[in-house]
């Protein structure tokens, strides 16, 4: 498959991408490939199945854990992660990792994390949590894939499978995803930079059924010219429904990413809007 020209073009783009320090721009990789972006972008997604922007997130995000979970220092961490300085490192950490280097570097050493996974309408959902509350409520295809992504966060902890108690902790979210209406009150153990967790903390005030903008949660966090890093903040979330991030929309009111896949966050919001008996309709004005 690699002597068809195009797919090779894709590998070399590929490569392009895990070696370099900052993220090659889309022009930079048409031009490399001799295609308009518009082709490669669309040659790319065929063939990967991810678009160049979701498979430099996802190396990166994967070189750094390899090198922060390898590494004696956070600074070995950082040359061998292919970064020239430690400033652009711990910018780029915080919103790949959903928190700073130094604490995903403990992995959350010495603390034990009960899980259990089960099954609803969205997929395969787990939930995990600590003595403190939940910590983690994470939605996948399956139980395996989920189970990976728990340690991958928590790399140094005790993880343990929860019993027949703790399985009604899942089966509570389950209902709550199915009929959001019940409502959903749970203690959490939300670890994050200080910035995600007010956007975090944010996310919890919007009521039930209504939607707002990422504009907006950064006018409530008093920083207005964050958007940016209020959606990155949304997009590290690791508490699904429970920190309700599918209630942040554009400013036009359509549906922008969503950590766990757009189907699944226009299910959530029709649910809601129709346990409130009306339609979606974009963000609510108040």
């Known amino acids: 498959m690699l002597t068809d020209p195009r797919v090779a073009s894709v590998a070399e783009a590929c490569r392009l991408i895990e070696s370099a320090e900052d993220v090659p721009t889309l022009a930079d990789l048409a031009d490399a490939a001799g295609m308009s972006r518009f082709h490669f972008h669309r040659l790319f997604k065929t063939v990967t199945g991810v678009t160049p ?10 070189r750094m854990r390899d090198e922060l979970s390898r590494a004696s220092t956070v600074t070995e961490a950082i040359y061998g992660a292919g970064f020239n300085s430690s400033s652009r490192f711990y910018a780029t950490a915080s919103e790949v990792l959903g928190m700073t280097p130094t604490d995903f570097r403990c992995g959350g050493d010495g603390t034990t994390i009960r899980f259990a996974i089960g099954e609803c309408s969205l997929g395969s959902i787990l939930v995990a949590a600590t003595e403190k509350g939940v910590c983690a409520i994470l ?11 728990l340690q991958d966060r ?3 902890a005790r993880l343990l499978g929860g019993d027949s108690g703790f399985k009604q902790l899942v089966a509570t979210v389950v209902a709550f995803v199915e009929a959001p209406e019940v409502g959903l009150d749970l203690p959490l153990d939300v670890r994050g930079t200080a910035f995600q967790q007010q956007v975090w903390q944010a996310l919890r ?28 903040a949304c997009a590290s979330n690791p508490i699904a429904v429970a920190i309700p991030c599918h209630r942040v929309v554009r400013g036009n009111g359509a549906l ?13 919001l029709d649910r809601e809007a129709a346990s409130r008996g009306r339609v979606p309709s974009g963000p609510e004005r108040s």
């Open 154 to 156: 928590f790399p140094k």
């Open 256 to 268: 922008s990413g969503y950590r766990w896949g757009l189907e699944r966050k226009r299910a959530l």
């Open 53 to 62: 922007k979701a498979y430099a997130a996802e190396r990166r995000a994967r």
């Open 139 to 149: 939605l996948g295809h399956d139980a395996e894939g989920l189970e990976r992504d």
């Open 205 to 232: 005030e919007i009521p039930f059924g209504a939607t707002t903008t990422y504009a907006k949660i950064a006018q409530r966090i008093e920083a207005p010219k964050a958007v940016r890093a209020v959606a990155q």
